[in-house]
Structures are given as C-alpha cells and as structure tokens.
C-alpha cells in the first residue's frame, strides 16, 4: 500500500522563474515595474484597457520563447508513475505544466494563452497580441476579448474541483509560491485544520505560511523537486 494515495500540489510564479519567467514579488519581479491596481484588476482594464492589454501581450510573448524546466519535468514524471492521483492546482498563467507533460492541472488564476470575450464569454486559445481592435471570432463585436486571467476581486477558477482535492489529500505540496494570495494561500491552513494530510512547502525561502507547513524544504525548485520527487517515487513504489 503506498504511504500517500492522493497527492495536491499547489504551484506558484517560482516554478517557473528558472524557465526564465518573471515572479511577482521581489527584485525584478513583474509588479516591480507595474503597481497590480494598474495592470491586473477589472478596474484597471476599465481605465486603461491598452495598458493591460500591453502587460499581458508581453508576457504571452514571453511565454512562447521560454521552455518548462526540471522541476515542471519531475511533476509530470510523478503523475506518470505514482500509483495513486495527483493533482496540479497552479497560480501560474503560463502552460509549462501542460508542455511538460502534466495533464491533471487545474489553473485556478487563469490562462494567458488564451482570451475571453466580454460580450458572448467564449473561451479561445490566443497566442497573438490582444488589442481593443481585437474582433471575436464568434460574436465579432469590437471591442471584445480580454485575457482569459482572474484578476484581484474576481473569482477564481475551478474551486469546486479544487475543494474536493483538498478534501481528499493525504499529502499537500506548495511549491514556488510567497503565500501571499488568497484563496491560495489558505488552502495549506485547510489542509491542517482537516488534520489528515501531511505537507510540505518547497521554495526558495521560507514563505508566509512557513508555519502550517509540517516540512519545509528550501532552494531552487529545479534541484529540491526533482530530489523530492525521487524520494516520494523510491518511498511509495
Ligand atoms: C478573490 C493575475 C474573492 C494573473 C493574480 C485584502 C485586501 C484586498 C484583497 C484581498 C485581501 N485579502 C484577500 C484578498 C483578495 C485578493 C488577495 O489575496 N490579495 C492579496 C494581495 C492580499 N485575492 C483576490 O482578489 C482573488 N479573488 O479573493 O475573490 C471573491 C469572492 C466572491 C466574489 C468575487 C471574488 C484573486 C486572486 C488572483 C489574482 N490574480 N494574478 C496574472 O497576472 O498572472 S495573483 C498573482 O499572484 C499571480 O497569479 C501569482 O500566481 C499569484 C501569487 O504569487 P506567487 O505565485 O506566489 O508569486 P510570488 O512572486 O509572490 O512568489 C514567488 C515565490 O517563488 C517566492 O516565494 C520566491 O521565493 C519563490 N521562488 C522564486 N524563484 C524560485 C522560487 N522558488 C523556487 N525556485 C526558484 N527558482
């Protein structure tokens, strides 16, 4: 009987820092050269809707020049040869999980590659830069898409699924993430208060919520995951 059945791993903006994606939070981080009220609230967009438009087309375009990396590579080794379930909840907008070969991943924040129509509220993929001149393709009013991302104040995605794989844990792993947005930042609290999964926070430096966590395990995520990975694998075969 493996010693963990139903793993959740919770990702955030650090995983993907060494694949060469801007953080958030901290020296050069993305909200080091913009303040979030300007670029990532639906108040934002409606004052200047080219200036978010513009932050989120530079950050698509990053994306597509940019690979997922070891540690993004040993999550979906995991889901691969874990007899048991494991379930991806990420922050991140960006689709290295999916590139690297993750398939349960649930995006509670959005995607940045792809668009929304604020008028007939049809999802598309979207590689291209979004302008207020963008048509949809479906309703073809203009203007009309905007990045399909949950911005602070707006709900986030999936919460019923992710809820449920809360509720079934028996290990809960944090990875790359500061604890400092919620409803994600609470979700290792519930896993205490349920009181059955044991967790573990893997990142650069001790988060916010070092505390809740029953381990902490610090340094870059491209050498500490793929290292817990290949405990976890050796320890549950
Ligand atoms: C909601 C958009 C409710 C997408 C994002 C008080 C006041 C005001 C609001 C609130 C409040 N308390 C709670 C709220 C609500 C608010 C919130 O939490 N605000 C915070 C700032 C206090 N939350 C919301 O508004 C959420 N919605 O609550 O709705 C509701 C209820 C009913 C009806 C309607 C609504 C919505 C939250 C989503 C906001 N959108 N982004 C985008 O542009 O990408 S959040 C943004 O921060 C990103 O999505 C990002 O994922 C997220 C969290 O950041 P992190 O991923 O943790 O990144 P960060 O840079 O902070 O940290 C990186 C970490 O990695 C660091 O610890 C670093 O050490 C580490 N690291 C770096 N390099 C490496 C590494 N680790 C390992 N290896 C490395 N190499």
Redesign the pocket.
Known sequence: MSRYQNIVILT????S??SGLS????AG??WDGHR?QD??TPEAFARDPDLVHEF?NM?RSNLLKVKPNA?HDALSRLEKRHNGSVQIIT???DDLHKRSGSKNVLHM??E?LKARCRNCHKIFDWKKDLTEETTCPTCQTTPSLRPH????????LKMEEIEVALYTADLFLS???????????GFVAEIKNMGKAHSVE????P?EGQFLFAEGIY????K?VPEFVETLLKENP
């Open positions: 955030g903006a650090g995983i820092a060494e953080t958030f939070r901290g981080s993305l979030v670029v990532a989120y950050r540690a922050q991140n907008v924040h959005g940045i991302i949950v911005w602070f104040g707006e709900m986030p990875i790359g993430t500061s604890g400092n947005v919620y409803p994600a930042a893997l990142n650069l430096e988060s340094g870059k995520a491209t500490i």
